[in-house]
């Protein structure tokens, strides 16, 4: 059995899940909504303050299935009441992010700055050489992080570009001159 399938999920107190048919699924807490159209094979029941996922047979795909329902189902849960951050670093010289309104702004080496807008739901803020992406929506802030990144990826040499915070950049040796 899926031992993350099987886990209940814990819905906190200010939290309201709405199980609707063809399993659409409504999470509504302090920081927002969130609602999503999971595989209609799982079978989602809502019991006290708990939510379980059952899965109808024991197939490959149904096994699959079943922790992916209910971890998509968690992040719903934790994202209405605590939310997601994903924070960037700006290594290099002359690299540096400023925020103008809604629009991330971006000087990376290029003969241009890079805008870049913060998408429906999202917001990013600049500290320094951090750039902070949040949101409710696990999967957003994911993506958009990995977009800003995108635009300047780190190269192995000096290190400069874009990076996650956590995120160990393997550095290699360069070019050593004949003799």
Known sequence: MSR??????????????D????????????KGTLERVLPAEMEITLEGSEIL???????????????????????M????????????EVNGVGYRAQ??????????????????EDPEGLSSTVDGNKIIVS?????????????????????PYKGKGIKYDYEVIRRKVGKTGKK
């Open 4 to 17: 993350i399938g099987r886990m209940p999920i814990a819905v906190p107190a200010g939290v309201t899940v």
């Open 19 to 30: 199980i609707a048919e063809n399993n659409k699924v409504t999470v509504k807490g302090p």
């Open 53 to 75: 996922v059952k899965r109808p047979n024991d197939l490959k795909k149904m096994k699959s299935l079943h922790g992916l329902t209910r971890t998509l189902i968690h992040n």
């Open 77 to 88: 849960v934790v994202g209405v009441t605590e939310g997601y951050t994903k924070t960037l």
């Open 99 to 116: 925020k103008q309104g809604k629009k991330l702004v971006l000087s990376l080496g290029y003969s241009h700055p890079v805008e870049m």
């Open 135 to 155: 949101g409710i929506d696990k999967e957003k802030v994911g993506q958009y992080a990995a977009e800003i990144r995108e635009k300047r990826a780190p190269e």
